[in-house]
């Protein structure tokens, strides 16, 4: 049942991601046209900061309307992004506040992401979580890789409408799919006070922060990648390789998840931020070089850490919460055990779709960033600065509030659970 749930709800939210980051390569289509780098950076980074706020009731509504009831309607609501895109691009003399609505739009398959992961979490245990939850996200997150890949094909063949119009057969049927084969947990119904409680943690605060600069920097660079290549190495053929980013970063991320269970979430975070801060750095020195190769190897080594960091980060939230409500209660006691560990549970799964909800955000603030950056200074120079800059800051919050103090972040105490189980 599980592993069928899990099946159907990559399928739909690997659609979501694709719709959502669709702009991402309409963007590049649009340079011909009167806009400048700042305005077509403004259509990519829209769909993120929309996606972003609608991650929040997202969250609530598995355990409002159902999981397999939700995902039905939200994959629905693909349609109206899909086929505005098509009416947008048929016409050359579209203004420009068109398309920042049609981009706007696309923040709906953004939301898809945390009532998805809100969902799946209530089906698999806690030595699961990591590898469970690595995979319902990977399985969304290559639909980046997916627009990137298969669109400028389409739009080759077909002309530009044809990337809008060719994803609403595809949603039918996975939202078709998830009628018929996904299931409504009860357990899965939790109280809207529950899940505001996670939003009084600084457990919850903590991991939104950290989530930034993993997830955001995944969406944001993904749907960054291919316009920033083509505005800061016209004529390279580099961007062809644009893909390779967001296939990288959504296929490592379920090893980050299982890294996190074997190693500890905090530790694999801690170390892959290190290695996001070097990429950067060595992403700037790359543009001062103006070697296109350089790069985009330092883009991939970032698009790697960042895939890795989102399955361990992730990872972090349900441990955290377990381990700090242990912490509370004696070990002898194992009845106020298992409810501290029941209560911990509950608040992480209230607390996945805040986390995911801030840590959208930063692919919006990527976006805007390089836009800002190019449009005042000439070039992505002082973003990539300012990225190396918060990657150092989240090297020592995980340092600060999770290794030194003990918190591992990853399945916790196996024995513990075990007696408990056993009690």
């Known amino acids: 049942m599980a592993r069928r749930n899990l099946v159907w709800s990559v399928a739909c939210e690997h659609l979501g991601f ?81 398309f920042l609505l049609c981009a706007a739009t696309a923040g709906l398959g953004g939301g898809n992401f945390a009532s998805s992961m809100a969902n799946i979490t209530h089906f698999y245990p806690d030595s699961k979580q990591g590898a ?20 400028p094909l389409v ?7 044809a990337a809008g119009l060719m994803w609403v057969p595809l949603i039918v049927l996975a939202a078709l799919g998830a009628l018929l084969r996904m299931d409504n947990l009860r357990t899965a119904h939790a109280s809207p006070a529950r899940q505001f409680a996670a939003v009084r943690s600084g457990n919850t605060w903590l991991v939104a922060v950290l989530y930034i600069g993993t997830f955001g920097s995944f969406v944001g660079f993904s749907t960054a ?131 995911s909800a801030i840590g959208a955000l930063g692919g919006f603030l990527v976006n805007r960033a390089l836009g800002v950056s190019i449009d005042g200074t000439g070039d992505s120079g002082a973003a990539l600065f300012a990225f190396a800059g918060y990657y150092a800051l989240c090297t020592a919050l995980t340092w600060a509030c999770c290794l030194r103090r003990g918190d591992r972040g990853d399945r916790g105490d196996r024995g513990d659970e075990e007696r408990t189980d056993d009690a």
Request: glycine share 10%.
């Open 18 to 98: 694709t719709v959502w980051t669709l702009w991402s390569v309409v963007a590049v289509e649009l340079t011909d046209r009167s806009f400048t780098a700042d305005q077509l950076f403004w259509l990519v980074a829209l769909p993120s900061l929309v996606g972003a706020v609608l991650r929040i009731p997202y969250t609530f509504a598995p355990a409002r309307y159902g999981g397999r009831n939700w995902t039905v309607v939200s994959t629905l609501l693909l349609l109206v992004p899909a086929i505005l895109l098509a009416v947008a691009v048929s016409d050359p003399g579209t203004p420009y506040w068109f």
């Open 132 to 151: 469970a939850l690595g995979l319902n996200a990977a399985g969304g997150n290559v639909g980046v890789s997916s627009v990137q890949l298969v669109v």
């Open 155 to 161: 739009i080759a063949a077909a002309g530009l409408t």
């Open 225 to 355: 990648l291919p316009l920033l290549l083509t505005v800061e190495f016209p004529g390279s053929a580099a961007v062809s390789y644009a893909f390779l980013g967001a296939l990288v970063g959504a296929c490592v991320r379920p090893l980050g998840g299982v890294l996190a269970d074997r190693y500890g979430g905090a530790l694999v975070t801690l170390v892959n931020f290190l290695l996001m801060g070097a990429a950067s750095v060595g992403a700037r020195a790359a543009l001062e070089a103006h070697a296109h190769t350089g790069f985009l190897l330092s883009f991939l080594l970032l698009f790697l850490t960042a895939g890795i960091g989102n399955g361990s980060t992730y990872r972090m939230i349900p441990a955290l919460f377990v381990s700090r409500a242990l912490r509370a209660v004696p070990q002898t006691d194992a009845l106020a055990r298992r409810t501290a560990r029941a209560e911990g549970r509950s608040l992480a799964a209230a607390a996945l779709g805040l986390v």
